[in-house]
């Protein structure tokens, strides 16, 4: 056996068999100070005028207007390692801008993007975002994608989805998104356009946005913009509400700020993406029997840790295994949203094919977050169910009923079962990988091929010459 450390907890030492092949992306170097590379961003953006240029006209119009000027800016929720304080942080240089072009802090208001997520709490918040934007007397509030009363109804869009956006956002002076470029599963890259959709609109919004056609595109992928329909979708919303200007970063796999991408709404966004997509694809020469990987920061449930199964999906031999261990740390709600959690289960009952039949009929009623559990399903097109283990402490016996593919603390020692925590991850490395080997004949076990994907979702696996 080798060891090598997974990124959960700290860094928690794994053994694998002596012949894995071990993939990490590239590391594409990281900046030396970002303070200063932040705040020249919003100098020097890209194809637009300087951020205080934006300030001073937002300013003369609510002149004009005779309102008081208001500024939103909107951040990402918990679920992605946006650096929102300390001397990578984005947003303390963006309010202080404001501030000396002449806005009151009573007049920026930080709104947290969550989509249909759940509402971070005061603590969350806190944690995540610098001490010195609540000192400077700056206002934090989630978005409320069922909240009717602050959604405002822009129509529909060109595919005829509705367009129900935060009615605080809309009537901003001057809109300005947050956020953090990696590849994504669905939409191809994270940020820029998602700040708004899904970031900021309504739970309706979803139907057409996330539906099941959609999700099913052959370029609703990871890395491809163009042709890619959730990215066309995102991006005709954005548009449709208004985004004056973005302030996008991306990072190494040490979550160190690698670019920062300021400007114009679609021109910054995808100069951050060919940034991103120069180093997280990872090239294969072949696929595997056994792939171990993780769920890496955004798998703080059941629900996110989606993002590693689709991207093991290239790495996978046809109903090959894939061993996840997972950092569930969304204590509350290790899973997922009842909604998430019921259509998961439809999944484990029916299998693949069937579901997919299911949510694609005319007499399908669309469910909210349907949208994972089909990526899911992706990966159990490709893999039996009972070839996914997967191990985070905090899915106990109750919530494991529910999940597909083959609970990781029933794989452990009696003893541990029921006390399981991270520390127990090497543990049920070793016994997911004797599993596996056991579904093969005695003599094909020594010959089975193994991978492990140091990045989880991060890094997005690709064959050569495919």
Request: glycine share 8%; net charge negative.
């Amino acid at each position: 056996m080798k060891s090598v450390q997974i990124p959960l907890g700290g860094g928690i030492d794994i053994p694998l068999p002596d012949g894995t092949d071990i993939y990490r992306m590239a590391s594409p170097g990281s900046i030396e100070n970002p303070g200063k590379a932040i705040r020249a961003s919003l100098d020097n953006p890209v194809s637009s005028p300087p951020l205080a240029v934006l300030a001073r006209d937002a300013l003369d119009r609510s002149i004009e207007s005779g309102k008081p000027p208001r500024a939103v800016i909107l951040v990402s929720d918990n679920t992605r390692p946006v650096p929102y304080s300390g001397e990578q942080g984005i947003l303390l240089p963006v309010v202080e801008l404001l501030l000396r072009e002449g806005f009151k802090p009573g007049g920026i208001l930080v709104i947290v993007a969550t989509g249909t997520h759940r509402a971070m709490t005061d603590t969350e918040i806190r944690a995540m975002v610098d001490p010195e934007i609540f000192r400077l007397g700056i206002t934090v509030e989630n978005h409320d994608c069922k909240d009717t009363a602050n959604l405002t109804d822009l129509g529909t869009t060109s595919r005829g989805g509705r367009i129900y956006i935060n009615r605080k956002y809309l009537e901003a002076d001057l809109k300005i998104l947050t956020g953090l470029v990696e590849s994504h599963f669905m939409a191809g890259f994270s940020g820029g356009r998602k700040s708004v959709c899904p970031g900021v609109i309504g739970e309706e919004s979803t139907f057409v946005f996330h539906g099941a056609d959609m999700m099913a595109h052959p370029e609703a992928r990871d890395l491809v913009l163009d042709g890619n329909p959730c990215h066309e979708e995102s991006l005709e919303v954005a548009r449709r509400a208004g985004a004056d200007f973005i302030v996008n970063v991306t990072l190494d796999h040490s979550f160190n700020i690698t670019g920062v991408f300021a400007g114009e709404l679609e021109a910054a966004h995808r100069a951050a993406a060919e940034k991103v997509r120069s180093y997280v694809g990872i090239l294969l020469e072949k696929q595997y029997d056994i792939v171990i990987s993780h769920a890496g920061f955004v798998g703080v449930n059941h629900y996110q840790a989606a993002k590693v199964g689709v991207a093991s999906i290239a790495a996978l031999k046809e109903k090959g295994h894939l061993i996840v261990a997972a950092d569930n740390t969304d204590t509350a709600n290790p899973v997922g949203s009842l909604q998430y959690r019921t259509v998961l289960q439809l999944l484990k009952l029916n299998g693949p094919e069937k579901f997919l039949r299911m949510i694609t009929s005319a007499d399908w009623t669309f469910i909210p977050e349907q949208w994972q559990v089909q990526m899911w399903a992706k990966l159990f097109s490709r893999i039996p169910m009972e070839h996914f283990y997967y191990f985070a402490p905090q899915i106990d016996r109750r919530y494991a009923e529910i999940i597909p593919g083959r609970d990781g603390r029933l794989l452990l020692p009696a003893d541990r079962r029921d006390t399981a925590d991270l520390r127990d991850i090497p543990a049920f490395i070793e016994a997911a990988l004797r599993a596996a080997a056991e579904t093969y004949p005695p003599e094909q076990r020594a010959a089975l091929s193994v991978a492990y994907l140091s990045d989880g979702p991060y890094g997005i696996p690709c064959i050569q010459d495919k």
